[in-house]
């Protein structure tokens, strides 16, 4: 049976997810395509590595990225290692030597995007990306294809498992973020370094990738708000749930009077929504379209399998045109989801102007007219108080009171809070409004 060629950057988790993938469901992989895909060559940094999978006797494993662009006998690049730099002039190599191209990389795609698409459309090849955005849910596919005639109004979901399971864990056990961030990392759920996960930036890449799709335009990843999880408490996590609330790390994009309000930032979604209810590592994405309505996808946004799914439907759509009489020839990928054209800038709402409920904690001494001052202060930035709680502890210096204010001005509430006011937390609070409503 004719086969398609596979080149591997990368034999780590979504290389060997890939390969374990192709063993288990090789048979069934052929009567979807009427052909084999084999691994020809997988690049590694060392080559006495013990492996997990072994792809079989016929994959070379080599240390010399040059081989995957210069062989001609391989169909399709698959850039599985990350990273920028190098990753970069291995798909732009590729793309240039006429090589279809599937890759994992949201960082890379996020920051330097619309330079590859520019290079693969002269090229001709598909550079396909399904895996760089949560895990095995088909997000990508969903905004490019299932979606395509629908203008999206909004787009919110929860991206990073790692940020996931450490507020999960928090909320359900109580446990502090030191103590849920050791635990994810123990269970390998965390990297060593988990900057990325934690202060948003993963979860930023990938909102950049999808609000490409959602809205054809390019929000710049530089000009994105990004707020983390690390000023989350458990003191935050307890009031969430007596307002009715769950704290989730979120991606929000969305359309307003033709601009993109757009950003990543811990918030308050209502316990009685889907969003609220995804635990542990898990990611799910929330689109609304102006005729379908609302649509959740739901699923594990990490691992070597669920990724390594990701990765095989895109080498799966490529080959399915590939060296097909007539076929080939009339088939030129769409890697942007609009035409393959170049996509323009977004006109964006200045982050200031965006408008929200919000969530506010002071500590403050527990003496007569504290709550009014704060009140007055906020009602002085034309913020309007919504629901208020203050707890009394004889055992502490400072006692904590919380605000949920109506909707607001970002301006208004960093002009109320900074710098002279003490302030302990505050998030953005995910509407109640049919706006950020996720039907059940």
């Not at 000023?231 to 307890?238: A, C, E, K, M």
């Not at 002085?380 to 006692?399: C, P, R």
Request: charged share 25%.
């Amino acid at each position: 049976m004719e086969s398609v060629k596979l080149g591997l950057a990368g034999f780590g988790t979504v290389g060997s997810g890939l390969a374990a993938i192709l063993e288990e469901n090789g048979d069934w992989i052929e009567r979807r395509i009427g052909r084999k895909l084999e691994i020809r060559t997988a690049v590694v940094r060392d080559l006495n590595k013990a492996r997990a999978v072994n792809p079989g006797p016929d994959t070379e494993f080599t240390t010399d990225m040059t081989r995957l662009t210069t062989d001609p006998e391989i169909d399709i690049v698959v850039e599985c290692m990350g990273g920028l730099e190098t990753a970069y002039d291995l798909i732009r190599t590729a793309l240039e030597a006429g090589k279809h191209v599937v890759t994992a990389n949201k960082h890379l795609l996020a920051e330097r995007g619309p330079e590859l698409f520019s290079i693969a459309r002269k090229s001709g090849k598909g550079l396909y990306y399904e895996a760089s955005c949560a895990g095995g849910i088909p997000i990508v596919e969903t905004l490019k294809s299932s979606l395509a005639g629908d203008r999206v109004l909004e787009m919110l979901g929860i991206l990073n498992g790692t940020a996931n399971y450490i507020l999960s864990e928090m909320t359900t056990k109580g446990m502090d973020f030191g103590t849920a961030l050791a635990l994810a990392q123990d269970l390998g759920y965390a990297e060593a370094d988990p900057t990325f996960d934690i202060e948003g930036f993963d979860t930023a890449h990938k909102l950049c990738v999808l609000s490409r799709l959602a809205f054809g335009v390019d929000y710049p990843l530089d000009r994105l708000p990004i707020q983390g999880i690390t000023s989350v408490t458990p003191l935050d996590i307890q009031f969430a749930r007596e307002f009715g609330y769950r704290v989730k790390l979120l991606a929000h994009a969305r359309s307003v009077e033709g601009r993109i309000e757009a950003g990543v930032h811990p918030a308050l979604v209502p316990y009685t929504y889907l969003l609220a209810r995804v635990g542990g590592n898990y990611n799910a994405v929330r689109v609304v379209g102006n005729a379908v309505g609302p649509v959740m996808l739901h699923g594990q946004g990490a691992g070597d399998k669920p990724t390594g799914s990701a990765v095989l439907a895109d080498i799966l759509d490529i080959a399915k045109h590939m060296n097909r009489p007539g076929c080939e020839e009339a088939y030129r990928p769409d890697n942007t989801g609009f035409g393959n054209a170049d996509l323009p800038e977004a006109d964006i709402l200045p982050p200031e102007e965006a408008r929200s409920k919000y969530y506010f904690r002071f500590t403050v001494a527990d003496r007569p007219g504290v709550m009014a001052a704060i009140a007055k202060s906020m009602a002085d930035h034309s913020i309007s108080i919504a629901q208020a709680v203050q707890k009394t502890d004889e055992d502490s210096e400072g006692v904590p009171v919380v605000f949920i204010s109506h909707e607001s001005r970002a301006k208004d509430v960093t002009d109320c809070i900074e710098p002279s006011t003490p302030w302990t937390s505050r998030f953005c609070l995910a509407s109640a409004s049919e706006f950020f409503k996720v039907s059940t």
